[in-house]
């Protein structure tokens, strides 16, 4: 199942870069139960020199029990290391929009002013991201027909905030 797994986040981390998204860290934290540390080098296998796959000790605390999560959860942060989206399944699931949305929307937040993080050519790529979006929007948009119809619009979950 990682195998399926690491192929879609290599795929949307390449996605991401080609769109202009670019310096973003993606960490797979790994189970620190025996049979996960045996498949370790798998799962190492599995991924590109990208993605950091971070191996927990089985003596330290689960690091998804310190984060509130679990293992099939995305923990999507800021260029500050502030928690902007948590998401769980079925959201975490790769073949759903919402884990690229959360990165796209973290990425192109600018909630502290200037910031020495912010990469430069940053407004030219958000403004595309935000564009593409308005016109998938208005794709999904239903046409007055005289009947009642109710649009299917695909939208995050709520919003985590942790500070």
Known sequence: C???FSARLEDLRVKLENEGLVNISYVVVNHQ?????RKLHLLKESVSEYITVYQQDEQQPDVWTTLNGSKDDFLIYDRCGRLVYHLGLPYSFLSFPYVEESIKIAYCENKCGNCSYT????????KNITEEADEKLAEVEPTPTGQHSHPHHHSLPRRQHHH
Do not use: H, K, L
């Open 119 to 126: 990469e430069p050519n940053i407004d030219g790529i958000c």
């Open 2 to 4: 990682f195998f399926t």
């Open 33 to 37: 139960g025996t049979y996960s540390q």
